[in-house]
């Protein structure tokens, strides 16, 4: 028997061209079923199997999607616990679709790292979380006709694929549910001002606070970086009482937000929930074990990683640009 090794040894058994067997072994359209059947009787006899690095690289294709974390100058990139269960739902979705993820340490000062990884056959597209993630590097790759996927509000200007929660839903949950249980000093408290999702949230709370008969005071939104949320929060939360005594209810942008507002609020004297009720953001796993276990306003970060795996693997597949919404969820318990 004829030993078979390589690509050229089923062409030249099937009287073919080499890139007729690589066509027909990818299941190529441009390939007839007759032509196709016979190369792939010859391959199955001589238990051949395509090397799939080879095939990837050949393809241009290397089955990995990349997750950039960015350096800003404050240290190595890190990542709160919700941002860690979307990531487990992306890796899974990608597994499930035969790609595999690729986390990226990415320099600040780094402009070129995409298109890098791309010539370089590292990664195919990219998943970006917007919490670390600014909108001049959304531009970016936007410009450089880069595939990638957001977690993050879509924009009205470009077409890319994005999942979101629905902030501004989940913002009008968080406050009409303080001034249901009788709050009226209610603040905002965490999150860049330039991030999509904490602005959907501020409209949501200005609605809900619309609906009461309440204008929004703009002292009472205070915005912090997603770094070092407790500590952060914390700082806000003692600042606001200083000018606030009055302040009843604060809606947390994150869990860890919630939790450094009730550290603040406890070592100035006041109780959680009696004098002020928090609600936090995310219902994260550690949330049902604070003390006390807090009321929040749920995301699936699983489901929404699953979601941007899907989305993204469509698109390299496609070019097909999709977005979805994660529907977001009141579950009170003990902070409010």
Same mark, same amino acid.
């Given at each position: 028997m004829t030993r078979v090794q390589t690509i050229n040894d089923i062409a030249r058994l099937a009287g073919v061209?080499?890139?007729?067997?690589?066509?027909?072994?990818?299941?190529?359209?441009?390939?007839? %079923?007759?032509?196709?059947?016979?190369?792939?009787?010859?391959?199955?006899?001589?238990?051949?199997?395509?090397?799939?690095?080879?095939?990837?690289?050949?393809?241009?294709?290397?089955?990995? %999607?990349? +997750?950039? &974390?960015?350096?800003?100058?404050?240290?190595?990139?890190? &990542?709160?616990?919700? &941002?860690?269960?979307? &990531?487990?739902?992306?890796?899974?979705?990608?597994?499930?679709?035969?790609?595999?993820?690729?986390?990226?340490?990415?320099?600040?000062?780094? %402009?070129?790292?995409?298109?890098?990884?791309?010539?370089?056959?590292?990664?195919?597209?990219? @998943?970006?979380l917007s919490a670390s993630c600014s909108p001049e590097t959304v531009e970016t790759l936007v410009e450089a006709?880069?595939?990638?996927?957001?977690?993050?509000?879509?924009?009205?200007?470009?077409?890319?694929?994005?999942?979101?929660?629905?902030?501004?839903?989940? =913002?009008?949950?968080?406050?009409?549910?303080?001034?249901?249980?009788?709050?009226?000093?209610?603040?905002? @408290? =965490?999150?860049?001002?330039?991030s999509w999702e904490i602005r959907d949230r501020r409209r949501g709370y200005e609605a809900a606070l619309g609906?009461?008969?309440?204008?929004?005071?703009?002292?009472?939104?205070?915005?912090?970086?997603?770094?070092?949320?407790?500590?952060?929060?914390?700082?806000?939360?003692?600042?606001?009482?200083?000018?606030?005594?009055?302040?009843? =209810?604060? %809606?947390?942008?994150?869990?860890?937000?919630?939790?450094?507002?009730?550290?603040?609020?406890?070592?100035?004297?006041?109780?959680?929930?009696?004098?002020?009720?928090?609600? =936090?953001?995310?219902?994260?796993?550690?949330?049902?074990?604070?003390?006390?276990?807090?009321?929040?306003?749920?995301?699936?970060?699983?489901?929404?990683?699953? +979601?941007?795996?899907?989305? +993204?693997?469509?698109?390299?597949?496609?070019?097909?640009?999709?977005?979805?919404?994660?529907?977001?969820?009141? @579950?009170?318990?003990?902070?409010?």
């Amino acid at each position: 028997m004829t030993r078979v090794q390589t690509i050229n040894d089923i062409a030249r058994l099937a009287g073919v061209s080499k890139s007729t067997v690589s066509r027909a072994l990818n299941d190529s359209p441009l390939i007839g %079923v007759e032509t196709k059947e016979r190369i792939r009787a010859i391959a199955q006899e001589h238990e051949f199997q395509l090397n799939a690095p080879a095939q990837r690289l050949s393809r241009r294709q290397s089955q990995v %999607v990349g +997750l950039p &974390m960015f350096d800003w100058g404050k240290g190595p990139a890190t &990542m709160d616990l919700f &941002m860690l269960e979307i &990531m487990g739902g992306i890796s899974s979705g990608l597994h499930e679709q035969g790609y595999d993820l690729l986390v990226l340490q990415v320099p600040n000062a780094d %402009v070129n790292w995409a298109r890098r990884a791309i010539d370089s056959g590292r990664a195919d597209g990219f @998943v970006l979380l917007s919490a670390s993630c600014s909108p001049e590097t959304v531009e970016t790759l936007v410009e450089a006709e880069i595939p990638f996927v957001i977690w993050g509000a879509a924009s009205p200007e470009h077409a890319y694929c994005s999942v979101t929660g629905d902030s501004f839903a989940g =913002g009008r949950l968080a406050t009409a549910h303080l001034l249901e249980t009788g709050r009226r000093r209610i603040a905002l @408290v =965490g999150g860049p001002e330039w991030s999509w999702e904490i602005r959907d949230r501020r409209r949501g709370y200005e609605a809900a606070l619309g609906d009461a008969g309440l204008g929004a005071d703009p002292s009472l939104i205070v915005h912090t970086p997603w770094s070092a949320a407790e500590r952060s929060a914390a700082a806000a939360v003692a600042g606001l009482l200083e000018h606030e005594p009055e302040l009843d =209810g604060i %809606v947390a942008n994150s869990d860890f937000f919630a939790l450094g507002a009730i550290d603040a609020l406890r070592g100035l004297g006041r109780r959680v929930p009696e004098d002020a009720g928090v609600v =936090g953001y995310d219902d994260v796993s550690v949330a049902a074990f604070a003390n006390p276990p807090l009321t929040t306003i749920r995301q699936d970060g699983p489901l929404a990683g699953r +979601l941007l795996a899907r989305g +993204l693997v469509q698109y390299l597949q496609t070019g097909a640009v999709s977005s979805s919404i994660i529907p977001a969820q009141l @579950v009170v318990r003990g902070s409010a």
